[in-house]
């Protein structure tokens, strides 16, 4: 009964909270999603969940805080480090995943990035550049070109060519005309042929251009310009839009100024302020992951937001309200990532 009073009034204190309305003038809701649930117990080596992949035969990966763990709808096959196997994957921490067009899996680990092989079933590892240097990677991505793009901590931005053996650092030296101004990564992704959205967590963000080599920085100023507030999730809406996220609200791109907006924040009915995840629905609709507060869902032609939190007297709601990524597969299924209680799996057929 005290739990349930506990539980009550905290859910209170959030909903009216939540209707505080300046910027956003509609009322906010809850959102009725039912998920359904992967979690440790159903064989997830880890429930801390980074990133989601489905892949082009059909398993989604998962990477924990500890393993690469492989999903057929039936079962869950963890990958593991082993330090007796070179062929196994460089160390249990997988952060970040892409495929490329060959069907390879990319992970990046906290030793390197390893290249997976469905044939093989074994990882190649890269964990030095071609001049030998160490690095620890924090983002990655396959260009439409299969070149393999990775933001290493201290090093700068790296590159993999098709058919290349090593990576190759691209020019990170903030002291050369349009060099890289910080080296600390979050999140990185295309924006057109050969250009490239990188954050940063001391030098906001940079538009790199593969073409030339340059970089162009853009800074958040609200209300002083903002270099250092730690990571940010980007997107690009469909409709061209940049979005990211920081530990202060949701920041939108505007092409014509090149300055942000800060768009969802306390004061616009924001449940929370530090992001950790940004999506876009087939409906246009954002929605972000927050840490601590569900995922607020922005609708931007009704300037209101829905919010999915978790209940713990319901089964079919999300199992914690701390949000680390958000992922929509080809066949339309939104997958959720938690901090330490699983995926959270949403289908709205």
Request: aromatic share 14%.
């Amino acid at each position: 009964l005290w739990a349930w009073a506990a539980w009550s009034c905290f859910y209170l204190i959030y909903c009216l909270s939540a209707f505080r309305t300046t910027g956003i003038t509609a009322f906010a809701q809850e959102a009725n999603y039912k998920f359904r649930r992967l979690e440790t117990e159903d064989g997830l080596s880890n429930g801390i969940i980074y990133t989601t992949l489905k892949d082009s035969r059909g398993f989604v990966w998962f990477g924990t805080d500890h393993g690469l763990n492989r999903y057929d709808s039936y079962e869950i096959k963890s990958y593991l480090h082993d330090p007796e196997d070179p062929s196994s994957i460089s160390a249990s921490k997988a952060i970040a995943l892409a495929e490329d067009s060959k069907g390879n899996i990319w992970i990046v680990t906290s030793v390197g990035v390893n290249k997976y092989n469905p044939i093989t079933d074994q990882f190649t590892r890269y964990t030095k550049t071609a001049k030998g240097l160490d690095f620890s990677v924090a983002c990655l991505m396959v260009d439409e070109n299969d070149n393999v793009l990775a933001g290493a901590e201290d090093i700068g931005l790296l590159i993999l060519r098709k058919g290349a053996d090593s990576f190759a650092s691209l020019s990170s030296n903030s002291a050369v005309t349009n060099g890289l101004a910080g080296n600390q990564f979050f999140d990185i992704i295309q924006d057109g042929p050969n250009k490239f959205w990188l954050s940063t967590d001391y030098a906001g963000l940079e538009l790199f251009d593969l073409t030339t080599g340059s970089y162009k920085q853009y800074s958040f100023e609200w209300p002083d310009p903002i270099f250092s507030d730690g990571q940010k999730p980007i997107l690009k809406s469909r409709d061209g839009d940049i979005w990211v996220g920081t530990s202060i609200g949701v920041f939108k791109l505007d092409r014509d100024t090149e300055k942000f907006q800060r768009y969802a924040d306390w004061d616009s009915g924001f449940s929370t302020l530090i992001v950790n995840a940004l999506y876009e629905d087939r409906d246009g609709s954002i929605w972000i992951g927050t840490d601590g507060g569900g995922i607020n869902i922005l609708d931007r032609n009704k300037k209101s937001y829905r919010y999915i939190i978790s209940n713990p007297f319901y089964e079919k709601s999300l199992t914690s309200n701390a949000i680390y990524d958000i992922y929509e597969d080809y066949d339309g299924i939104i997958w959720v990532g938690t901090y330490a209680a699983g995926v959270n799996i949403y289908n709205s057929s």
